[in-house]
């Protein structure tokens, strides 16, 4: 290997001898580190982190080939200031230097940024249709009950059609405006809640309603704790993004033959999240996967927001209940989404650090 390509990389990249000290670093790694290569060769290349066992652990695997790559959370100082990164340990066993570490400050903190500006925008708009809501509430109600009394009156019984389709437009609007109002700020019934638990009731709720239309695959992690949450909300949460991705699938579904369409409820532990601006040393994952056609283009940037839909007959409320209930829990709701393969992962905080 040449070293001196490695100057070339914008990635911060360490070469560790066996003894997982550092031999080599390139010119991105003495920039994020904020430390020249003299400074740095030579020492245990872990202690350059803020959690140095379980990083010399991971370099300890990797220079006895017992793993290809670990990917981790950490932090490191440049001068005091923290620094959120994403540090990957390789293993170049059989090579001059066993093994490589690469770091990146990024994507933990841009998605926090991005997270951040998005719960905002999220609480404007539906500041702005509560409101409105509200402004809607009463009007329809006298409308509703104007619609009756008429219909109490009518000479001819045929003129009912009329008053029956003002009563129940104003029934459906009715419900539209609760659902934009909708759950008011009490504050969280919060109780430890296996999430388990929750999966099992969404999956018997959805096998229920699209029968043989989706197959649902189970993939948890027998070994993540219970949560502090409330298990209502939790499960409302849930069940409005496995609803749309069994939604999907249905579309998918050929007459005759069996569906090709599934639904994957997956959980784990994750490690290191950086959640609201808090860092939380253990965080609980629930992704739910399904191998639809993908959440259209022209929707994807304002998917969370209210009243966005790309369905037929869709209000567009699912998704932001689901991530304010989600965000009432210091969590967020993130996705994915290509044809084939659409992930949304519901990130719940456990333990703050
Ligand atoms: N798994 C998915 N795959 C593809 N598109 C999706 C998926 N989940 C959501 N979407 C898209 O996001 C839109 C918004 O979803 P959301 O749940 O907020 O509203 P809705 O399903 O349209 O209506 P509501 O849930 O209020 O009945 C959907 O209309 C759909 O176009
Ligand atoms: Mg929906």
């Known amino acids: 290997m040449n070293v001196d390509a490695l100057d070339l990389l914008a ?10 000290q550092v031999d080599h670093v390139n010119a991105a790694a003495e920039d994020l580190f904020g430390r020249s290569r003299k400074q740095m060769c030579g020492q245990p290349a872990s202690g350059l982190f ?3 066992q379980e990083l010399a652990s991971s370099i300890e695997r990797a220079a006895r080939g017992a793993v290809a790559d670990v990917r981790q959370s950490s932090t490191l100082r440049r001068g005091t200031d923290p620094i959120e990164v994403s540090v990957t340990t390789v293993s170049l ?6 093994v490589l570490i690469e770091t990146r400050e990024i994507e933990q903190r841009l998605l926090a940024d991005r997270n951040h500006r998005l719960v ?11 409101n409105l809501a509200h402004e809607v509430k009463n009007p329809l109600g006298g409308l509703r009950g104007a619609a009756q009394l008429l219909e109490a009156e009518l000479p001819n019984a045929s003129l009912t059609e009329y008053t029956q389709v003002i009563i129940s437009e104003a029934d459906r609007l009715q419900a539209l405006v609760d ?7 009490v504050p969280l019934n919060a109780r430890p ?7 099992e009731r969404v999956c018997a709720l959805i096998q229920a309603e699209f029968r043989s239309d989706v197959r649902l695959v189970r993939d948890y992690d027998a070994s993540v704790p219970d949560v502090p949450g409330d298990a209502a909300r939790l499960m409302q949460a849930v069940l409005n993004v496995a609803r749309n991705a069994a939604q999907e699938l249905v579309l998918l579904r050929r007459p005759g033959e069996e569906s090709a369409g599934v639904v994957t409820f997956r959980t784990r532990v994750a490690r290191q999240m950086m959640l609201a601006h808090r860092r939380h040393r253990l965080a609980l994952v629930l992704s739910i996967i399904d191998n639809g056609p993908g959440v259209p283009e022209d929707i994807r940037d304002r998917l969370f927001h209210p009243l966005v839909t790309g369905r037929a007959g869709g209000t567009g409320l699912g998704l932001s209940l689901a991530q304010d209930f989600v965000q009432q829990h210091g969590g967020i709701i993130e996705f994915d989404s290509r044809p084939g393969h659409t992930e949304f992962r519901l990130v719940l905080p456990m333990e703050t650090a």
């Open 93 to 98: 066993s059989g090579q001059k230097w066993p």
């Open 179 to 185: 659902r934009l109002i909708g759950p008011q700020r």
């Open 11 to 20: 990635t911060a990249v360490l070469l560790l001898n066996e003894q997982g």
């Open 120 to 130: 905002e925008e999220i609480e404007t708009h539906r500041q702005l249709l509560r």
């Open 50 to 52: 803020d959690n140095p």
């Open 193 to 199: 809640v296996n999430i388990h638990e929750i999966c």
